[in-house]
């Protein structure tokens, strides 16, 4: 199953002026459940950090995060690093339209092969690692690029069940995932590896929040993906559900979880 085509699809729809790619970005705060749990992290980093001036999002993707990033941090320096021209120039379009291009750039970066040092007191990959293959060289790169004390926020599907995986011969519900989700170990252990002093790992997408990604994210793409007609009904559809996916996401955003399909990693440099 593929994300990047219904992604495609929504985004030419939402980008047809900047009101309705501001709605959407909204609309993907409220809905999807990682950015519930990432912007939490940010403001605790925030309260923990007030120095925070040079952000780097690396893997920015349609630029969500960064909108966020630049109103939690409004007097910082914000990056977006992507691999796929076409979302850079469009991000940077955007952001010049909306007027917030003064502190904020997007450019071109392959992860795998960053080469900074000391640039950034924070950088943020959501949903990226599970993408790429050559992970260990992007934790090494990331402690580079921060400063001493930086902090690295990531989220990433873990291996309990991350992309809808939960027995060896299945197959991952994304076929853009190199890795079906990381091992808290394994993950902890990566980071502290690449230069790392600290991390702090714990999981999300408990009980609650996976019935909330069923209703909120398989189903409407697995009817997306056997047809484009599903589109014109995915209002309706969340019509219904998503009342449910609200109440179940604050509720997994506000449990400690002993196991689940998502990971948040905080890494202090």
Same mark, same amino acid.
């Given at each position: 199953?593929?994300?990047?085509?219904?992604?495609?699809?929504?985004?030419?729809?939402?980008?047809?002026?900047?009101?309705?790619?501001?709605?959407?970005?909204?609309?993907?705060?409220?809905?999807?459940?990682?950015?519930?749990?990432?912007?939490?992290?940010?403001?605790?980093?925030?309260?923990?950090?007030?120095?925070?001036?040079?952000?780097?999002?690396?893997?920015?993707?349609?630029?969500?995060?960064?909108?966020?990033?630049?109103?939690?941090?409004?007097?910082?320096?914000?990056?977006?690093?992507?691999?796929?021209?076409?979302?850079?120039?469009?991000?940077?379009?955007?952001?010049?339209?909306?007027?917030?291009?003064?502190?904020?750039?997007?450019?071109?970066?392959?992860?795998?092969?960053?080469? *900074?040092? =000391?640039?950034?007191?924070?950088?943020?990959? !959501?949903?990226?690692?599970?993408? &790429?293959? %050559?992970? #260990?060289?992007?934790?090494?790169?990331?402690?580079?690029?921060?400063?001493?004390?930086?902090?690295?926020?990531?989220?990433?599907?873990?291996?309990?069940?991350?992309?809808?995986?939960?027995? *060896?011969? =299945?197959?991952?519900?994304?076929?853009?995932? !190199?890795?079906?989700?990381?091992? &808290?170990? %394994?993950? #902890?252990?990566?980071?502290?590896?690449?230069?790392?002093?600290?991390?702090?790992?714990?999981?999300?997408?408990?009980?609650?929040?996976?019935?909330?990604?069923?209703?909120?994210?398989?189903?409407?793409?697995?009817?997306?993906?056997?047809?484009?007609?599903?589109?014109?009904?995915?209002?309706?559809?969340?019509?219904?559900?998503?009342?449910?996916?609200?109440?179940?996401?604050?509720?997994?955003?506000?449990?400690?979880?002993?196991?689940?399909?998502?990971?948040?990693?905080?890494?202090?440099?």
């Amino acid at each position: 199953m593929q994300y990047d085509p219904v992604k495609r699809s929504l985004g030419k729809f939402f980008n047809q002026n900047t009101s309705l790619r501001k709605l959407f970005y909204h609309l993907l705060d409220l809905l999807l459940l990682r950015s519930w749990h990432v912007r939490k992290m940010l403001r605790k980093i925030k309260r923990d950090n007030p120095g925070i001036k040079t952000i780097i999002d690396a893997g920015s993707g349609f630029g969500q995060y960064v909108f966020y990033l630049s109103r939690l941090f409004p007097d910082a320096g914000i990056r977006g690093l992507d691999i796929k021209e076409e979302q850079i120039a469009d991000c940077n379009g955007f952001f010049k339209k909306t007027g917030r291009d003064k502190h904020i750039k997007f450019e071109y970066a392959d992860l795998t092969k960053l080469n *900074e040092k =000391e640039t950034a007191d924070l950088i943020l990959s !959501v949903d990226v690692m599970e993408h &790429i293959l %050559e992970d #260990t060289s992007v934790f090494k790169n990331f402690a580079n690029a921060l400063k001493k004390g930086g902090v690295l926020l990531i989220s990433t599907p873990s291996d309990q069940g991350g992309s809808d995986v939960h027995e *060896e011969e =299945e197959s991952s519900f994304i076929d853009e995932h !190199v890795r079906d989700g990381y091992n &808290i170990n %394994e993950i #902890t252990e990566k980071i502290l590896n690449a230069g790392f002093s600290s991390v702090e790992a714990r999981y999300s997408y408990g009980r609650p929040g996976k019935i909330s990604w069923r209703l909120s994210m398989k189903y409407p793409v697995m009817m997306v993906n056997c047809s484009k007609l599903f589109l014109v009904l995915l209002p309706f559809y969340y019509l219904i559900t998503f009342p449910f996916c609200l109440i179940l996401n604050a509720i997994d955003v506000n449990t400690k979880h002993t196991t689940g399909t998502g990971l948040i990693v905080k890494a202090i440099r």
